[in-house]
């Protein structure tokens, strides 16, 4: 007749748990014997922003053109046999937003001036005053 397999004993939780720690350790794996979510797939996972920053192309605004443009103004004028001047762009938003906040502060509505020493700021005097009103 064939032998018979010996049944090994089974280790008991405790030893299992070292063998699991032991095993984590040597092969540098996380070692997470309650199975609780760590996260560790998303923070494994390749980076998502750079990819992303890369696919869509610079965004262009009227100070930025008008930046490139005085940068390289000396490059624009050899160029240019005429010797003219480099033209810069206006943004009518930008001096629309401007004229109204120049109305409203001629009016007394725009923000206030920001201090620039603890004696001209409003929180001292109100410290300085007295403290609360009752």
């Given at each position: 007749m064939a032998a018979v397999a010996q049944r090994?004993?089974?280790?008991?939780?405790?030893?299992?748990?070292?063998l699991l720690q032991t095993r984590s350790e040597i092969f540098q794996t996380a070692f997470n014997p309650k199975s609780l979510r760590t996260g560790a797939k998303y923070l494994r996972a390749r980076l998502r922003g750079?990819?992303?920053?890369?696919?869509?192309?610079p965004?262009?605004?009227?100070p930025r053109v008008n930046g490139i443009i005085a940068n390289n103004a000396s490059l624009f004028r050899s160029l240019d046999p005429a010797g003219m001047e480099p033209?810069?762009?206006t943004d009518e938003v930008?001096?629309?937003?401007?004229?109204d906040v120049a109305a409203l502060q001629f009016r007394g509505k725009g923000k206030p001036k920001k201090a620039r020493t603890p004696e001209e700021s409003r929180r001292a005097k109100k410290k300085s005053a007295g403290g609360k009103k009752k």
């Open positions: 090994l004993p089974v280790p008991s939780r405790g030893r299992m748990l070292q750079p990819s992303m920053v890369q696919y869509y192309p965004r262009l605004s009227i033209v810069y762009f930008e001096e629309q937003r401007l004229a």
